[in-house]
C-alpha cells in the first residue's frame, strides 16, 4: 500500500488525477496483508477498484487512454537524468513528491492524497526508493501497479548512480548490515532506529526489517559454522554447543514475544527536562514470533538444577564488543530462566526467518516479558552466577531514579536493575499535529505491559482526559501470566469540524496497573521507563 502512494509522479502533458480521497475499507485489509489475485488485464478494473475507489480507476482509465494516443501522435519522450540527492530534495508536495523504482525516477506528488494507505504512508518514501517499502505488501508487484507507477516518469537515475560508497575500513562500523529506508534513525554509530509510528501498529508481527534496532556496539560477523555457544557455572557441566546442536539436541520451542527498549518514549520526558540517552519516539517496541531452544532445556541438560539455594542469576554475554574488547552483557534471574512458564529462548528464527543481523544472528536471548537490554543479542556465553552481570549495562545502567536524583547524587549501586516493565500504551494514529477530515475518525495504537500481564483495558479520550471511551482490543486472547505479546486497539469516533482534540490513552493491565497521567512524576536522568498517559493533539478541519 506504501508503494501505492509512490505511484503518484510528476504530471505528463494530462490532467491531473483528481484529489478525492479513496476509501479506507480495502487499505484496512491490505495493511494486515492481504493481497487481491493478481489475474489479467479482464480483472484490472475490479482490482484497481478495490485498491484506489471507483473514481480514481476511472481517472486511470482515462488518463492511460490519453496517453496512448499522446503515445501514438509522438516518439517516445528522452528522460532527463537525475541524482539521487536530487531526487531527495523532493520530500514533500509543496517540493514535489519524486521517488524512484529501479533506475526511473518518478514525480507521485498528485497521486498522494489517492493512496488507499492515507498520505502518511506513502510519503515514507519520499525522496528515496520504493522497492523497501513494495516488499511490504505484495499488492504493489502485480504488473498493475507498475502500470500506474509509470504514468509518473520524469526522469532516469544517473549511471554512476548505481555504484554504492565504499565504507572506510578502520570504520569499526564499516560491517554493519544495510537497513531498511524506512526507520527512524536516532543514531547512525552504533545503529538504532525505530518504525515510523504509521506502520507501528499495522499487524501483530512486526516485519523484521522494521522492527527496532538497539545496538549497543559495531555488529559482529559470525560465520554460522565454526559458531558455538559455552554454557558454563558452578554444578554443572561446561558446554560448547554449536548451532546444529541447538537445532538438533532440543525441541524447537515457538513463542510470540514483544520487546520494548527501558527508553522507548523517552522524548517525552525530555521535554519535561533534558535526559541523557537516545531520543525515541514512540517505536522503540516491537513484537515477532521467536524460534529456538528453551534455555531452560540447555540448563537442565547441563546439570543445573530446577531449584537453587538463594539468589542466582543467568548471565548473557554477546559477541559484539567495545575497542577494548569487552562485550555488551546482562542477567536475569535464575528463576525465570528455568521456570517452565518463563518461555527464555535461545532463539535462532524471527518470523519464521533465520535472524537478521541486526538481532542477532546467529543466536540471540529472547526474555519474554522483560526489558529489552535483557535480551542479549549475539551470544556467545551463557552463565549461571551467584551474582549478576558485572557488565557496565547491568550494573550502571538501565536503572530507574526519583525525580530528584541528578548526575551529581546518583547512585546506581542503590537501584536494582530494571526485568519487568510497567504498563505502556500509545497512539499510533492519527500522528501529532496531524489536521484530519470531519466524519469519522479510527483512533489505533498499542498496549503492553511486562511480566506476563495481560492488557485487559484501553481508555481513550478525546478531550484531554475529562471524558473516556473503550477502546476495542485485537489480536488472540493470551494465556494469563504468559501474556507476552503486545494488544492492538482502536477506537472509531465522529470528529466534528473546526474543533482541536486532545486525544489521550491508557492502558490497565491484568493487575489493575494503570498509566500515570503525567510524565513529570516519573521523570528521570535517563528517562527510561517512561509509560504515561500518550497524548496526541490533532486538528479537524471545517
Known amino acids: 500500500m506504501l508503494l501505492l502512494r509512490a505511484v503518484a509522479g510528476r504530471r505528463l502533458p494530462l490532467p491531473p488525477l483528481p484529489r478525492s480521497r479513496c476509501p479506507r475499507a480495502g487499505a484496512a485489509s491490505f495493511a494486515r496483508g492481504s493481497a487481491p489475485g493478481a489475474g489479467g488485464r479482464g480483472r484490472a478494473a475490479p482490482v484497481l477498484a ?34 539521487r ?5 523532493h520530500r514533500s508536495p509543496p517540493d514535489r513528491v519524486w ?8 514525480d507521485i506528488t498528485d497521486f498522494v492524497e489517492l493512496h488507499p494507505g492515507g ?44 555504484a554504492a560508497p565504499v565504507p572506510a575500513a578502520e570504520d569499526p562500523f564499516a560491517g554493519d548490515p544495510p537497513r531498511h529506508p524506512g526507520l527512524r534513525i536516532n543514531s547512525q554509530k552504533p545503529f538504532n532506529a525505530e518504525p515510523p509510528p504509521e506502520l507501528l501498529a499495522e499487524r ?7 522492527f527496532f534496532v538497539r545496538n549497543h556496539l559495531p555488529v559482529p560477523a559470525v560465520d554460522a559454522e565454526s559458531y558455538r555457544l559455552r554454557v ?3 554444578g554443572g557441566r561446561e558446554l560448547s554447543l554449536s548451532l546444529q546442536d541447538l537445532r538438533t539436541r532440543f525441541p524447537k520451542h515457538e513463542v510470540t514475544a514483544t520487546l520494548q527498549c527501558a527508553g522507548n518514549r523517552r522524548a517525552e520526558m525530555s521535554r519535561v527536562r533534558p535526559v541523557k540517552g537516545l531520543d525515541w519516539d514512540i517505536g522503540a517496541i516491537s513484537t515477532a514470533r521467536w524460534g529456538g531452544a528453551r534455555l531452560r532445556d540447555v540448563l537442565l ?43 527464555v529462548l535461545l532463539a535462532y528464527e524471527m518470523n519464521g526467518a533465520e535472524l537478521p543481523r541486526d538481532h542477532g544472528f546467529p ?18 556465553r551463557v552463565a549461571v552466577s551467584p551474582a549478576e552481570s558485572p557488565s557496565h549495562w547491568q550494573q550502571n545502567d538501565y536503572k530507574g531514579f526519583a525525580p530528584c536524583v541528578d548526575w551529581d547524587t546518583v547512585d546506581y549501586s542503590g537501584a536494582p536493575a530494571i526485568q519487568e516493565l510497567p504498563v505502556q500504551s500509545a497512539i499510533t494514529h492519527p500522528r501529532p499535529g496531524a489536521a484530519v477530515p470531519p466524519g469519522e475518525l479510527t483512533v489505533k495504537g498499542y498496549a503492553w505491559s511486562g511480566g506476563g500481564r495481560g492488557v485487559v483495558r484501553v481508555d481513550v479520550s478525546l478531550d484531554g482526559g475529562r471524558t473516556w471511551r473503550v477502546a476495542r482490543l485485537a489480536g488472540e486472547r493470551q494465556a494469563p501470566g504468559r501474556s507476552w505479546a503486545w494488544t492492538l486497539w482502536e477506537l472509531p469516533v465522529e470528529a466534528a469540524g473546526g474543533q482541536e482534540l486532545e486525544i489521550v490513552c491508557k492502558a490497565v493491565d491484568s493487575s489493575y496497573n494503570v498509566q500515570p497521567d503525567t510524565v513529570a512524576p516519573i521523570w528521570n536522568l535517563r528517562g527510561v521507563l517512561s509509560n504515561a498517559w500518550h497524548r496526541v493533539r490533532v486538528s479537524v478541519g471545517p
Do not use: M
Open 50 to 83: 478495490a485498491l484506489l475507489g471507483l473514481g480514481a480507476v476511472l481517472a486511470y482509465g482515462e488518463r492511460r487512454r490519453r496517453a496512448a494516443q499522446a503515445a501514438q501522435a509522438s516518439p517516445a519522450p528522452r528522460y532527463p537524468l537525475y541524482t
Open 301 to 343: 541438560h547441563a546439570g543445573f538444577g530446577e531449584e537453587r539455594d538463594g539468589e542466582w542469576h543467568v548471565c548473557f554475554e554477546g559477541l559484539d564488543t567495545d575497542v577494548g574488547g569487552s562485550p555488551y552483557g546482562a542477567s536475569i534471574p535464575y528463576r525465570k530462566a528455568v521456570s517452565p512458564d518463563g518461555d
Open 85 to 89: 540527492e536530487e531526487v531527495g530534495r
Open 232 to 234: 558454563e557455572g558452578p
Open 99 to 106: 521517488v524512484t523504482h529501479g533506475t526511473e525516477v518518478f
Open 119 to 162: 498520505p502518511e504512508k506513502i510519503l515514507l518514501a519520499a525522496g528515496g526508493a520504493l522497492e523497501p517499502f513494495w516488499a511490504l505488501y505484495a499488492v504493489h508487484q502485480q504488473p498493475h501497479v507498475l502500470e500506474l507507477l509509470h504514468e509518473y516518469k520524469v526522469g532516469e537515475l544517473s549511471p554512476e548512480e548505481a
Open 204 to 210: 501483530i508481527l512486526t516485519p523484521n526489517e522494521l
Open 363 to 380: 543466536l540471540r536471548a529472547v526474555v519474554p516479558g522483560v526489558v529489552g537490554a535483557r535480551n542479549v543479542k549475539w551470544l556467545r
